[in-house]
């Protein structure tokens, strides 16, 4: 083409076009594999399923909107359609090749984070409910993120990384930028959150561990310190779930049942049910503070569930 029928150059004080685009136009989908079928030829109908292997994969936009992983999808769905009726859905798709890691949503439910699986996967963040790609962060894991968390009031985002390289990363998210990096553990890990009352203070665990970490300035500069929580009498176990109380103190799930609460990286007590009872018969897989109350309570309350079926 003549240099008079090109399109011009975009200025470099015009407002960055990222925010508007779709995934295929940052660079998020791949080039097609030999043998592939042009992408533009089909079109998603349904996916089918619910991935039962991401741990705290439900989670509510809204009042009518709830969101969950299933195979290469993010879906967002509609639960108040009207009785017999579909429920509408929306589709965030994986683009890294092996589907979505994990996703996560801050506290003013406009923003969505969503970590792939694949090789050199990316974290994206879309707004809701436009879907619009927001910012895309890159060079966070080897193969996929396990975990993620908005902090309290949502500057940051924590990751962590899943095989090989556990790794544990604070971003700058609006910047798109690493503030932090260190190597988490060396086994699986299952969760990350912010302290919502210190931003400088998370918490990770999985397989075997539990690890309370701080932001410290040193003489090299602000730097992440973690400590491995210490089970003494308490047999070794994997912590699936957790919830961090305003004071510090932390309150987990056990692969027996039990819960723990810990004051700094101590158990200082067991927590159980009436007549000494263990909080669930199997592992817990879900500890939260419900604000609003339960029944005919007021105050916040804590709620338990597990892989024995119950909710307490």
Not at 126 to 132: D, R
Not at 194 to 199: A, H, I, K, R, Y
Not at 216 to 245: C, N, P, R, W, Y
Request: some cysteine; glycine content about 12%.
């Amino acid at each position: 083409r003549r240099r008079s029928e090109l399109p011009a150059a975009p200025s470099p004080l015009a407002p960055a076009r990222v925010r508007t685009m779709a995934a295929s136009a940052v660079g998020l989908v791949p080039g097609l594999a030999p043998g592939e079928i042009t992408r533009k030829l089909v079109t998603l109908h349904h996916t089918f399923g619910f991935d039962f292997g991401v741990r705290d994969n439900l989670e509510f936009l809204d009042a009518d909107h709830v969101a969950f992983i299933s195979g290469n999808m993010l879906v967002i769905e509609d639960v108040a359609a009207p009785d017999g009726a579909a429920p509408a859905r929306k589709y965030i798709s994986g683009h890294a090749g092996y589907g979505v890691g994990s996703f996560a949503i801050n506290a003013a439910r406009d923003r969505i984070a969503v970590g792939e699986k694949g090789v050199n996967p990316s974290i994206v963040v879309y707004e809701y409910p436009s879907l619009q790609v927001c910012k895309i962060m890159k060079a966070g894991a080897e193969r996929g993120f396990a975990s993620l968390a908005f902090s309290s009031n949502w500057a940051k985002l924590a990751s962590v990384g899943m095989s090989p390289d556990y790794l544990l990363t604070v971003w700058d998210w609006e910047a798109e930028r690493v503030v932090l990096r260190t190597k988490a553990f060396g086994q699986d890990i299952f969760r990350v959150q912010f302290s919502e009352t210190d931003e400088g203070r998370l918490t990770t665990s999985g397989t075997g561990h539990i690890r309370f970490w701080r932001m410290a300035s040193t003489f090299t500069g602000l730097k992440l310190q973690g400590d491995i929580g210490k089970f003494g009498k308490v047999e070794l176990s994997d912590v699936a779930a957790f919830l961090k109380f305003p004071d510090g103190k932390v309150l987990s799930g056990t692969e027996s049942g039990a819960m723990l609460l810990w004051e700094g990286n101590l158990v200082k007590c067991r927590v159980a049910r009436p007549g000494g009872h263990v909080a669930h018969a199997k592992e817990v897989t879900v500890v939260r503070m419900e604000h609003d109350g339960i029944g005919v309570s007021v105050d916040p309350v804590v709620v338990t569930g597990g892989r024995d079926g119950f909710l307490r």
